[in-house]
């Protein structure tokens, strides 16, 4: 079992910056891939990044390519989104998200259905 909680979601103006955290309890945090997901008021959850278990690979939509990057500590048990440049449609509650890894690769990162654990979500609201 893992149990995840994200925190440092907020409220900022466009063009201003946000880091999200994400930590996870449980033993064998190293041998999950992560992923950060989000979900706007009316609309479907959608994906924002992954991260594989060691950190050497790194997948982005193409919305938040440039602006946002995600890291992992795994001597702390914790992944983080630093979100640069935000706009009004990065509006959203935020979730991160664990799956066994399984080699290097991350097969589908983007599919929802594919991870095992979830956060609570938490709200960044970016005003324009």
């Known amino acids: 079992q893992v149990q995840l909680v994200e925190s440092g979601g907020g409220s900022v103006q466009a063009g201003g910056s946000l880091r999200l955290s994400c930590a996870a309890s449980g033993r064998s945090f190293s041998t999950y891939n992560m992923g950060w997901f989000r979900q706007a008021p009316g609309k479907e959850r959608e994906f924002v990044v992954a991260i594989n278990w060691s950190g050497s690979r790194t997948y982005y939509a193409d919305s938040v390519k440039g602006r946002f990057t995600v890291s992992r500590d795994n001597a702390k048990n914790t992944v983080y989104l630093q979100m640069n440049s935000l706009k009004a449609e990065d509006t959203a509650v935020y979730y991160c998200?664990?799956?066994?890894?399984?080699?290097?690769?991350?097969?589908?990162?983007?599919?929802?259905?594919?991870?095992?654990?979830w956060g609570q979500g938490t709200q960044v609201t970016v005003s324009s």
């Open positions: 998200a664990a799956r066994k890894s399984i080699g290097n690769i991350i097969v589908e990162p983007s599919k929802a259905l594919l991870y095992d654990y």
